[in-house]
C-alpha cells in the first residue's frame, strides 16, 4: 500500500499534487470544524438543559446560563424570544455548510485527479504497440489514489456534518421548550 502510494506520487503531474493538496485543505478543515464547533456547541446544550431544568424546578424567570438570557434582557415577549432563538441557532450552526461542501464536492474532486492520472497513463502508452493489462492495471490502480483519498475525505465530512446537524437541533428543543415556559410564566 505504501509503496503504491509513494510511486503513484513519483509518477504524479502537477495538477494531481494540486488535487491532493486541495484534499488535505479539506480534511484540515473538517476536523477543525468539528472539534472547533462540537465544543461549542456541547457548552451550550450543556448551558440551555440546566436552564431548562432550572425554569422547571423552580419559580425563576431565567437562567444567568440561558443564552436566552442574555440576549432578550429579561423581556418576555414571544417575538422577542423568537428572534433570539434564530440568533442563537444561527451561530451555533455556522461552520456547517462548510462540512456539507467538503463532503459534496471532495469525491469530484478525487475523480478529476484520477480522471488526470488516467489520461497520463494512456499518453505514456501511446507510443507503444503493444500494451497489456499487467501494464495497464498499476497505472490504473495508482490513479484511483486521488478517488479514494476524495471518499475519505468526504465519509469525515458528512459524518460529522449529521453529529453536528443533531446537536444543533438538541440545542433548538432546549430553546424551544424555554420560551414556551417563559411565554406561559409570562
Known amino acids: 500500500m505504501i509503496t503504491t502510494l509513494l ?3 513519483a509518477n504524479s503531474s502537477a495538477i494531481t499534487y494540486i488535487v491532493l ?3 488535505s485543505i479539506y480534511i484540515i478543515i473538517t476536523f477543525w470544524v468539528f ?3 462540537r465544543g461549542i456547541l456541547n457548552t451550550l446544550i450543556n448551558n440551555e438543559k440546566k436552564s431548562l431544568e432550572a425554569l422547571t424546578s423552580r419559580e425563576t424567570r431565567f437562567s444567568p446560563l440561558s443564552a436566552l438570557n442574555k440576549c432578550s434582557n429579561n423581556i418576555t415577549s ?3 424570544l423568537h428572534a433570539c432563538e434564530i440568533n442563537i441557532m444561527k451561530d451555533a450552526s455556522s461552520g456547517l455548510s462548510w462540512l456539507a461542501i467538503i463532503s459534496s464536492t471532495s469525491p469530484f474532486i478525487g ?3 484520477t480522471v488526470v492520472g488516467i489520461l497520463e497513463s494512456f499518453a505514456k502508452f501511446a507510443n507503444q504497440s503493444k500494451v497489456a493489462f499487467s ?4 497505472a490504473i490502480s495508482e490513479a484511483l489514489v486521488a478517488t479514494a483519498a476524495g471518499i475519505l475525505v468526504a465519509i469525515f465530512a458528512y459524518t460529522f456534518h449529521q453529529i453536528l ?6 440545542l433548538n428543543v432546549f430553546l424551544k421548550a424555554q420560551s414556551q415556559i417563559l ?3 409570562g
Open 135 to 138: 501494464i495497464i492495471a498499476p
Open 7 to 9: 510511486n503513484y506520487l
Open 183 to 185: 411565554i406561559a410564566k
Open 165 to 170: 446537524t443533531r446537536k444543533v437541533y438538541e
Open 111 to 113: 475523480l478529476f485527479g
Open 78 to 80: 414571544k417575538e422577542l
Open 21 to 23: 493538496a486541495l484534499l
Open 35 to 37: 472539534f472547533y464547533r
